[in-house]
């Protein structure tokens, strides 16, 4: 008699089945792994272009505003331009560049909390008591970031003027002027009236790094120290410009120009168009264009077309093609300090 129990399990076929089911559902748990995270890129992508967008708009938008302030009075000093463009100057560090970038120049009196101010006599207000003619030492409470040769604005409710620094002692908290105060300028019994303020100039500009590009700012100085003009060469390895936004890889800008004296804008207009004009222009119009910083290679090569500006759509193609995706924003910024009287 055979008493050996009969065995059960699976055959081959149950086995590949099993088998065959198991990979499509890890297949499908896959696919959903990797379309989440692909999911996730692009809004992480997304979410980091709009934030350097905003950034980059808000110190735009900062020193547009401030552009022409020199004081009460409202006029600019002899040979001072507060607003300058130029249009598609090829992006610092490229041998060619197909899509050049516009380059702005921003000039005002620094009034930051912690700028250089003068030390006002008892009981004049801050900001208040008179600069009289023929004077040339002063001193300061803030010294701020003014040095040797750097330039100065004296201001009152009649007008400005410019004039350049000698000497600065420390120790006494006393500013040298390299030549005297032409005339007196007296707050005409207004708080805010006469002022000896700082004169800062800001150029912005994109320019290529090791990474793609970047909105870039130099400050009152050129790399050979020297005031800062706003056609002079970009340099990125200038002391004075500083890398203030990764991705911002075209800035294209229009003046919104007032032809007729009534106040209103007629033109948007390009800096060539605008000439020498700029006391004309009451707004300006900035476009950027902006890229994500790494390049994600599992999604597809950006092919698209980008309608910057009237005079010019930047095609993808027409440049390397890579893996970055990118958005384009647009803001208007009204001058405060524009108008007839500049």
């Known amino acids: 008699m055979n008493t050996m129990k009969k065995l059960y399990g699976f055959s081959l076929v149950e086995l590949m089945i099993a088998m065959t089911i198991s990979l499509v559902l890890m297949l499908g748990v896959a696919t959903i792994m990797i379309n989440t995270k692909r999911t996730y890129n692009v809004q992480q992508d997304k979410t980091q272009v709009q934030e350097n967008a905003r950034f980059a708009m808000e110190f735009l938008n900062k ?7 020199f004081g009460c009075s409202g006029t600019v000093p002899t040979n001072i331009t507060p607003l300058q463009g130029q249009d598609n100057i090829s992006r610092a560090n490229l041998v060619t560049d197909l899509y050049p970038s516009d380059v702005i120049l921003v000039s005002f009196i620094d009034s930051e909390q912690a700028a250089f101010s003068v030390l006002h006599e008892s009981p004049a207000p801050l900001n208040a008591s008179p600069l009289q003619a023929g004077q040339k030492v002063f001193t300061f409470t803030n010294r701020g970031e003014l040095f040797p040769n750097d330039q100065v604005i004296a201001s009152d409710c009649g007008g400005s003027d410019r004039y350049e620094v000698e000497s600065i002692d420390d120790t006494s ?8 105060l032409v005339r007196t300028y007296s707050n005409g019994n207004q708080s805010y009236g006469a002022q000896l303020g700082r004169l800062v100039t800001y150029r912005y500009f994109v320019a290529a790094t090791d990474d793609g590009f970047s909105l870039f700012r130099d400050k009152d100085k050129n790399a050979s120290n020297s005031s800062l003009k706003f056609n002079d060469p970009l340099d990125t390895n200038s002391e004075n410009v500083e890398e203030l936004i990764q991705g911002v890889e075209n800035m294209q800008i229009r003046y919104g120009v007032d032809t007729d004296s009534d106040g209103a804008i007629n033109q948007y207009q390009t800096s060539t168009q605008v000439n020498n004009n700029w006391n004309n222009v009451i707004s300006v119009r900035i476009t950027l264009l902006v890229n994500t910083i790494k390049e994600r290679l599992d999604q597809e090569e950006d092919t698209g077309t980008y309608v910057l500006d009237p005079n010019l759509t930047y ?14 924003f647009t803001t208007t910024v009204m001058l405060r300090n524009n108008s007839t009287t500049m």
């Open 315 to 328: 095609n993808s193609n027409g440049a390397p093609i890579d893996h970055r995706r990118r958005i384009i």
């Open 63 to 69: 020193h547009l505003r401030m552009s022409g302030y």
């Open 173 to 180: 908290n006393q500013v040298t002027l390299k030549t005297s």
